[in-house]
């Protein structure tokens, strides 16, 4: 289970990402957060990856390892997809959602789960209102370049 620690590590590494690019931070929310941890329970139980049914945005991540997550290594992982996004054709590509989707600047609240068994992790993190929405003009408007 995310601690306290952790939920406040995870909405700041999401606040400082988004500060680079502009965009407003994001409140912590219990009921997305709560959200967020049965579903990364449900993925350390099936020991898949897998997204959620949520209307949420969702972004999930998981790794292995003998030594402690270090706090900010799933949303770093995510953020690490901007080297693929192409700022000059906007739009929903498999390779940078999670990118986008850390950044965007409409979602406004989050929550985080975390499960691990002392050797695999699985962190969730989930968005209101969901970013990735792939209509016109959506990602031009949302997902702002650095500054």
Do not use: C
Request: aromatic share 12%; net charge negative.
């Amino acid at each position: 289970m995310a601690d306290v620690s952790f939920q406040q590590e995870f909405l700041k590494t999401h606040n400082d990402y988004r500060a680079k690019h502009g965009t407003p931070a994001l409140e912590l929310n219990s009921e997305l957060t709560a959200a967020a941890q049965t579903w990364a329970d449900h993925l350390l139980a099936t020991g898949t990856l897998e997204h959620s049914d949520t209307k949420d945005g969702e972004n999930v991540f998981t790794s292995w390892s003998s030594a402690p997550l270090k706090l900010t290594e799933a949303v770093d992982s995510w953020y690490e997809e901007i080297k693929d996004y192409n700022w000059n054709s906007s739009g929903f590509r498999g390779n940078t959602g999670h990118f986008t989707q850390v950044v965007w600047k409409d979602s406004k609240e989050l929550g985080v789960g975390v499960a691990t068994d002392g050797n695999r992790v699985f962190v969730v993190g989930q968005y209101r209102p969901a970013g990735n929405m792939n209509m016109p003009g959506y990602f031009e408007k949302n997902v702002l370049p650095l500054v």
